[in-house]
């Protein structure tokens, strides 16, 4: 059974990555991920320039059928974080660096930081749905993901990933943007912007009102981003949205994704979830009579 | 109560000052909580923070806490019938067992203790407990617990009680003169104490409850992550001696919301 | 308790409304609605001006977390609906009467004859997430969602609800757009752009891939698309998406609605839904000092 | 098999011709059905379509049906080992008590009456069948049905077999000469057929399984209704001879998939 996939130049042994803002924000957690989880790969926090704090409490709950979220983008800036990044290249298994930014040029500067790193590739996150300023507001206009994205291209030489907002009217036109532009993979999907409101205190509960919904929930809403832009574009997609189990992977490969991240995951199924859904995928893949992954990618397009 | 990380809004149904800006509340909460196991506690409109369970009966919980900051001091002002959030209990709890255990406070770490001691005493366990604080105005579930014959031992930094000097210091004499009778040391308090009272305690199994800065308290977000990936609230927040001992950090560093390292003060 | 509200110039001896498309093609199920339900008010089946056969089958299926369609919008056109509105009117339930339109000139049309038979208002669904031509490539463009209120507006008398995509970029935008173009009311939300794919036949299960995503798991979309547009707005907003229980429905007019509608609803807690849910409200409003429902509305918004 | 809305895909295993443009497939489906029930089976690429279970054991089901359009041509080309999409069972589902039962088919009714007739001789109730059919080489089920101990009348139009004319007028004559007989009717089959049962039956109560236009079968869609909101997928499709004495359509008008209302050919 043949499980590894290849995203651009980055071969992952198997499919499944950690996504970002689940247990990244050091070392340590990562490299627990790592070994005892057995990812494919780890995609970093998304790191700014400088240290954030992110949002006061609560700022993730869980709802019935989903986790959400507004974190705020903590981190503590691309100067402090590389010694974590450091700490964990000698694992051998890809790190992916995700970076926020409010401009092309934070976006130019944290690359090449990154790229110093010497991190397997990069994660531009244009669509943390509930942090203004950074995030879905650059996110949504497709012609500020194409300089971005170009910007980006122009600056470093390993490969760069788009991840990408449902939260937007054309999730297509993004993904086409973002090809046009040179990027060598898109990531889809973020959060869905949502909102709690707790009756009895008459309040949204998150401090930031609004959040990002993840989990169970919103695994239909991923799955369709996916196959939309697979329809549409050539370069690898990574599907991310509400996977928990084998089968919600292969769902994904399906429409069109070439691997996938896990991120609430962590929280229905605990840390080995990446070792669970990598023996599940390939208990279906015997079942059915499937040899290697790349035999699952896009089939559903009919 | 459906959903146990959805903030469940519940009223104080009492409140005690405990001693110099140390309050408990208590609110009815019936789920079950173990010693040592916490809750997030939401203020509305301010913060939402994490407090160790310091009363347990079967619909009514409490915590009791210093005033600090921010968020303790909204907490502090609270009076019975306001209402906060509660979701939890979250994390591990004590492991309470053995014949004869030596609990350890520091400061506060006396309200995460004191369910812990009543529970190990209502099972039968000896227990002997050293309460440390700054200054005798600060000390707090003394009568609580002698009134569970428990064997106390005080300590103050300013020596206006007992003896003088850090409850690790104190405990270091009682375990160089019976060490034999304890087959359990359970702590809570400053890091640094902890740390100290991890390398005098010798081959005596030891549990010590860790704080850190937390936001999900569902193993998500990996603020609170220590050593190799261990969340501090779902593998911990107690964690026994051996992991301890390979954890770098301990007693040194924490991390702020940023994420960043900082040194933890002795 | 005083739970009646109202929606421009309609009043509802209820909050709670039947949502277009479920249990409203012809007079009979409205009628048991109206009767057995208790409801404030109807939604009809979004109509057009010719019949419309819909997708072929399976166009309803049931997710873990929710319900999705696409139906396609079928319907017996403007002509063959009348007799069923007709049937109805003397139930004396407000009957707010839904159309959807390829262009501004069908919009008009269809509102016309609409208000020739007599409805109590009109409610434009410019949101239907899997109709090609119709509805979200015209609800998700502000000018035409503006063109389209505006030309309605001037050749009908009757209150006009406009009914909102979650599937855009901003929805506030569109709101404000439909506000400025003399729009009396907002209903938010339609269904969430969502797929599920069979992972043993290898495709989607919809004939039309694509299908809107209802029930449970939406609501906390819906709850912040409501919330959104009531801090940017002045008209009356009308909840929908995933309302199950009363609390839901007080979740939706504490984040700004002053009415809501429930469709899968139905499904989930059957025919009495409405009544359910109104007897919550009520049981809910005694214990927590509340005498009417308008003390409920917007007060999330801190 | 979570999800009983969602189609449970499965191959089938078996596959017989019952008679001219009839047929059965069987296919594992372990969840529990009840005769007068029915499943949306989906052909993946071509439809979904209503189907009522016609062979009831633990894990195999079956269905039994005519050609005669896209949908069931395509299931008719099917073979063991081919996979098919299934949801429900879906519907209320007939009533069997009593002493005696006569059941009439009309046309392809009779698969939706076999299990019941099976499930009533096996309860010990008395079953009389009436088997209308447009010629002899359209009759099924008859031997499966005498196994059983039924007592079968035969009717064509044609007069190829048995009494020639309709099953409702069969079912008259039946009923006029021992009409103490029975204390219950149980039919399907065209509407009109149903239709004059429904005159004829007098006070002897009867359920009667219609068909309508299905599309989502959770009771949502409303594409189903007849008479005041009565949802065939959830309310149905067996509806007793009060009910339907009340719905002005029955037997008169069905809706197309436009919702528009069409007149059924008698
Ligand atoms: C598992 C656990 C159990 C705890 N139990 C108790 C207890 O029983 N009694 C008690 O008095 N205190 C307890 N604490 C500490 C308590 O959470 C802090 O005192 C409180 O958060 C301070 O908030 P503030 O806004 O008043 O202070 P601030 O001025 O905001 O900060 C004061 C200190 O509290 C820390 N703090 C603030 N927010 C958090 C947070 N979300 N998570 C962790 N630390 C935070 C800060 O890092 C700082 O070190 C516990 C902490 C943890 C992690
Ligand atoms: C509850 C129920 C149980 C049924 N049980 C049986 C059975 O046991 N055996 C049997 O032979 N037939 C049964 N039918 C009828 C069967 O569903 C139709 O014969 C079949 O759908 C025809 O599909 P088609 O594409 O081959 O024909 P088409 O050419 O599409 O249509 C032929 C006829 O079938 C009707 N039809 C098509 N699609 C549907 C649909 N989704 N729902 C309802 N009717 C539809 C059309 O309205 C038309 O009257 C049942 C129908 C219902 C509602
Ligand atoms: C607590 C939390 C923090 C997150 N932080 C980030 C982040 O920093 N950067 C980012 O691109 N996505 C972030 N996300 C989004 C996830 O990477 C992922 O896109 C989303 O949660 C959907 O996947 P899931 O359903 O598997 O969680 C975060 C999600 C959660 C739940
Ligand atoms: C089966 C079905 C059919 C629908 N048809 C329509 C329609 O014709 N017009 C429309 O505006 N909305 C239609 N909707 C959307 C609903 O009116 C509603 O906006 C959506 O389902 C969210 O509400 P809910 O979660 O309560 O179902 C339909 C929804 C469903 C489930
Ligand atoms: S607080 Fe988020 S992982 Fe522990
Ligand atoms: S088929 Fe949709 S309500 Fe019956």
Partial sequence: ?302 | MKHVNLPYITKITDSRIEARGIKTLLFRYPRAVDPGQFFMIWIPGVDEIPMSVSYISQDIKGITFRRVGDATTALYKLKPDDMIGIRGPYGNGFRIDGKHILFVAGGTGIATLAPAIEKAISKGIASTVVIGAKTYEEIFFEERLKNHNAKIHISTDDGSRGYKGYASDLSKQILNKKRERFNSIITCGPEPMMKKLLETCGDIPLQASLERYMKCCIGLCGQCCIGEGLRVCVEGPVFDGKTLKNIEDFGVYRRDPTGRKIRILG
């Fill in chain 1, 1 to 302: 059974m043949d499980i590894s996939t290849t995203i651009s130049s980055i071969k992952l042994k198997n499919p499944t990555i950690l996504a970002s803002g689940i247990m990244d924000e050091d070392a340590g957690s990562m490299q627990r991920i790592i070994k005892r989880g057995g990812v494919g790969a780890v995609v970093t926090k998304s790191i700014g320039l400088t240290a954030r704090r992110g949002y006061p409490n609560p700022t993730v709950i869980e709802l019935e059928h989903g986790i959400l979220n507004a974190m705020g983008l903590p981190n503590p800036g691309i100067d402090h974080y590389g010694e974590e990044i450091e700490k964990i290249k000698h694992l051998q298994t890809p790190i992916i660096g995700s970076i926020y930014g409010a401009n092309p040029d934070e976006f130019i500067e944290l690359s090449r930081r990154m790229e110093d790193l010497d991190v397997d590739a990069l994660e531009l996150n244009l669509s943390c749905p509930h942090t203004k300023k950074y995030g879905l507001e650059i996110g949504c206009d497709p012609y500020l993901v194409r300089k971005i994205t170009c910007a980006v291209k122009e600056n470093v030489s390993i490969p760069v990933f788009i991840k990408l907002s449902p939260n937007v009217t054309s999730i297509i036109e993004l993904a086409k943007m973002a090809e046009e532009a040179g990027a060598d993979a898109i990531v889809a999907i973020n959060t869905v912007k949502a909102m709690k409101i707790n009756i009895d205190l008459r309040r949204p509960i998150l401090s930031n009102k609004i959040g990002g919904y993840s989990g169970k929930a919103i695994m239909p809403i991923g799955v369709r981003c996916v196959y939309e832009i697979a329809e549409n574009i050539q370069i690898p997609i990574i599907g991310v949205g509400g996977i928990t189990t084998g089968e919600d992977a292969i769902e994904y490969f399906m429409a069109g994704a070439s691997a996938v991240q896990i991120g609430s995951g962590v929280y229905y199924r605990g840390i080995d979830i990446f070792k669970t859904v990598c023996s599940e995928i390939e208990n279906w893949m015997k079942k059915h009579g499937y040899k290697k992954l790349s035999d699952l990618i896009g089939v559903a397009h009919i």
